[in-house]
C-alpha cells in the first residue's frame, strides 16, 4: 500500500498497532538497533505544534517535516497556519506561538493540500514517518486529514520510545535534553522545522554509537 493511500478499514493485519481516524490511520512500529540505520537514511521526521493538547478539540498552528533519502535532506515542509481555535497561553509558553502570528497565515485546508502532495512525493519509495513521540503529531495529522476529505494510511516510528531504552544517564527524556546529552546543537528558536532538523541529529548521533 506504501506511505499514503487509500485503504479499507477492515484490512488491519498487517500493522503492529494501527489507529484509526475516520478516513486517516498510522501504524505504529518499533524503532530497534535492527532497523534504525535503515530508517535513518530514508524517512519522513514530521514535527508540529498545537493550539492545546486535544487532537480532535484543538488544531496544529505549526506543522513541519523534512524528507530524508540516502541520510540527506532532499527536501522541506514548513508553515504556520491560521487557526479557528485560539492558541491557549499553556501552549504559547511551550511554543512561543500567539495568536497574532496566524493572523496572515495560510488556512488548513491549503497547508494540508500542499502537505500532502509533498507526502505523496515520497510515495513511490514508501518511506515511514518519524517523530519525537511521534503519537502526538500523528494524532494531530490525522484529524487534520480527515477533516479536509484525505484518506491516509501511514507507518510511524518512534523515536522518544527508542531513546528511552537505550540511553539510561539522562535527568529526563525531553527532546532538548537528550540533545544535550548526546552533544547535538539545539538551536534557541522554539520552530516544528528545528525540532524535525534536530530529531534527525539525534538519530544519527545514536547511528554512530
Given amino acids: 500500500m506504501g506511505l499514503l493511500g487509500l485503504f479499507n478499514n477492515s484490512s488491519k ?5 494501527v489507529v484509526v481516524r475516520g478516513n486517516a490511520s498510522y501504524s505504529m512500529h518499533t524503532l530497534s538497533s535492527k532497523n534504525i540505520k535503515a530508517i535513518t537514511n530514508n524517512c519522513i ?3 508540529v505544534e498545537t493550539t492545546g493538547l486535544n487532537s480532535v478539540s484543538d488544531r496544529i498552528v505549526e506543522l513541519a517535516a523534512i524528507h530524508i533519502e540516502n541520510g540527506k535532506v532532499i ?3 514548513t508553515s504556520l497556519i491560521h487557526s479557528d481555535v485560539k492558541v491557549s497561553s499553556a501552549a504559547t509558553k511551550v511554543n512561543g506561538i500567539t495568536n497574532d502570528m496566524l493572523k ?6 491549503d497547508v494540508c493540500k500542499d502537505f500532502f502532495k509533498f507526502l505523496s512525493d515520497a510515495l513511490d519509495f514508501n518511506v515511514p514517518v518519524v517523530g519525537y513521540n511521534v503519537e502526538f503529531d500523528m494524532e494531530f495529522l490525522c484529524e487534520m486529514l480527515k477533516r479536509n476529505n484525505y484518506q491516509a494510511l501511514l507507518d510511524s516510528y518512534d523515536l522518544l520510545s527508542y531513546v528511552k531504552k ?5 535527568k ?3 527532546q532538548t535534553t537528550i540533545s544535550r546529552h548526546l ?4 538551536k534557541r528558536e522554539h520552530k516544528a522545522i528545528n525540532k524535525a532538523n534536530n530529531c534527525f541529529a539525534i538519530m544519527q548521533k545514536i547511528c554512530d554509537m
Fill in 166 to 170: 537505550t540511553l539510561k544517564n539522562t
Fill in 13 to 17: 493485519s498487517r500493522n503492529e498497532n
Fill in 45 to 47: 521526521i514530521l514535527a
Fill in 104 to 109: 496572515d497565515a495560510p488556512y488548513e485546508a
Fill in 183 to 186: 552533544k547535538v546543537p539545539v
Fill in 172 to 174: 529526563d527524556y525531553k
Fill in 75 to 77: 527536501s522541506t515542509f
